[in-house]
């Protein structure tokens, strides 16, 4: 929980203008009739989400219109306790915050642990032996799950790609065909 300490002293992480700018290369040109990934899906999920916190009155209302499965809820959750909210649905809870992306990550998002590796690098925790290892995890977790942008931090750790990582070394030498002939 050291993270979640260190993420107090700081801004956070999860701000409406940070998640936005996280999400925009993904969502691309709606028109588009080509189908949707489920990076892209997602993506548009959190887009909605963050336009109905500009509008609705309670916290508890965003995430009752988006509990229609536990990834809808928990990433709610996250987004409000990250303080992409704004003040006006509570002040931002950092321990609250990770323990919802953890259970977004566990009920299938692929966002969920791209963003817990990346909070931990800010949280201070990630440039430590110990932190690299998480960071490298959530990071593996994401990439496991589908999303492109994991491949490239976890080729960013300082202590490189472990044997393990024969996946992420497939799809820097392949690139995007690499996820195409795995099925994502």
Do not use: C, N
């Not at 003040?87 to 953890?102: F, K, T």
């Amino acid at each position: 929980m050291a993270a979640a300490t260190s993420l107090t002293a700081a801004a956070m992480p999860l701000t409406d203008s940070a998640v936005r700018a996280s999400i925009l290369p993904w969502l691309g040109d709606l028109s588009e009739k080509e189908p949707l990934g489920f990076v892209r899906e997602e993506a548009l999920l959190i887009r909605d989400m963050l336009g109905f916190m500009r509008v609705l009155v309670s916290a508890e209302e965003v995430i009752r219109t988006f509990s229609q499965s536990p990834l809808e809820a928990h990433l709610a959750e996250a987004l409000i306790a990250g303080g992409a909210a704004g003040e006006r649905h509570g002040s931002a809870d950092p321990v609250r915050m990770l323990e919802a992306l953890r259970s977004a990550a566990d009920a299938g998002s692929v966002w969920a642990p791209l963003w817990l590796g990346d909070l931990e690098h800010i949280g201070g925790g990630g440039d430590a032996p110990s932190g690299q290892d998480r960071r490298r995890g959530w990071y593996s977790e994401a990439f496991r799950k589908g999303h492109p942008d994991a491949a490239e931090r976890l080729a960013e750790l300082p202590a490189g790609l472990h044997e393990g990582h024969a996946d992420v070394r497939q799809f820097f030498a392949h690139g995007s065909r690499y996820f195409a002939a795995v099925g994502v």
